[in-house]
Antibody, heavy 117, light 104 residues
C-alpha cells in the first residue's frame, strides 16, 4: 500500500524557516517524480514544486522560487521541502504527492504551516 | 499565466447526473485530471489523462474532453459524492479554483 506521511509543519514567524519531510513507503520511491502541493485555509490547491526521481531536475512555482528548495533522499525514501524567508501567504496545508501518468496519483495527509507573528 | 475556470458550485439531487466543467486554453493538449476532496481530507484522484479512471474509483465517475473544456460526469450521484472537485492541467500543473458539489 502506498503511504506518504508528512511532518515538520508548525507555527513560524515571518522571515523564518521550516523544513518539511515526507516519508514514503509501499512503492519504489526512487522511480518516481515527487511534488509538494499546498492549500491555504479555505482555498484551492496550488502546486509548489517537484523533483525528478534521480534529483537531476527540480521545478518551482514562481511565488516560491529562490525561497523554497525541494530535495530527496532515495536511500531514506524521503522527500523534503526547505522553506526560507516565509511569508504570511505561505500559510497552508502542505501535501506530498506522487506523480503518476501526468497526475498526482497519491497524496499524504498533509502538514499545516502557519506563518504569523 | 495559465488559468482553468470551474463553476464555484453545483447542486444535484441524489440519483441524478452531475457534470462539472473546466475550461482552459488548449486544455485538450494538457492532460486534464480531476480530484475529489472531502472536508478535512486529502485530495483523491478520480480521473486522469482526461478520460481514465484509477483503480478503485467507482464507474459512475467519468471524464471527457473536447477542445478547451474538460468535463467530470458523476452518474447516479450519491450523498457520499458531496465534495469539492478540482480539475488540473498537467502542463504547468495548474489547478482550477474548485467546484463545491452539493447533493440534496
Amino acid at each position: 500500500e502506498v503511504q506518504l506521511v508528512e511532518s515538520g509543519g508548525g507555527l513560524v514567524q515571518p522571515g523564518g524557516s521550516l523544513r518539511l519531510s515526507c516519508a514514503a513507503s509501499g512503492f519504489t520511491f526512487s522511480s518516481y517524480w515527487m511534488s509538494w502541493v499546498r492549500q491555504a485555509p479555505g482555498k484551492g490547491l496550488e502546486w509548489v514544486a517537484n523533483i525528478k526521481a534521480d534529483e537531476s531536475d527540480k521545478y518551482y512555482v514562481g511565488s516560491v522560487k529562490g525561497r523554497f528548495t525541494i530535495s530527496r533522499d532515495n536511500a531514506k525514501n524521503s522527500l523534503y521541502l526547505q522553506m526560507d524567508s516565509l511569508r504570511a501567504e505561505d500559510t497552508a496545508v502542505y501535501y506530498c504527492a506522487r506523480e503518476t501518468s501526468n497526475s498526482f496519483g497519491y497524496w499524504g495527509q498533509g502538514t499545516l504551516v502557519t506563518v504569523s507573528s | 499565466s495559465y488559468e482553468l475556470t470551474q463553476p464555484p458550485s453545483l447542486s444535484v439531487s441524489p440519483g441524478q447526473t452531475a457534470s462539472i466543467t473546466c475550461s482552459g486554453d488548449k486544455l485538450g493538449d494538457k492532460y486534464a485530471s480531476w480530484y475529489q476532496q472531502k472536508p478535512g481530507q486529502s485530495p483523491v484522484l478520480v480521473v486522469y489523462q482526461g478520460t481514465k479512471r484509477p483503480s478503485g474509483i467507482p464507474e459512475r465517475f467519468s471524464g471527457s474532453i473536447s477542445g478547451n473544456t474538460a468535463t467530470l460526469t458523476i452518474s447516479e450521484t450519491q450523498a457520499m459524492d458531496e465534495a469539492d472537485y478540482y480539475c488540473q492541467a498537467w502542463d504547468g500543473k495548474v489547478f482550477g479554483g474548485g467546484t463545491k458539489l452539493t447533493v440534496l
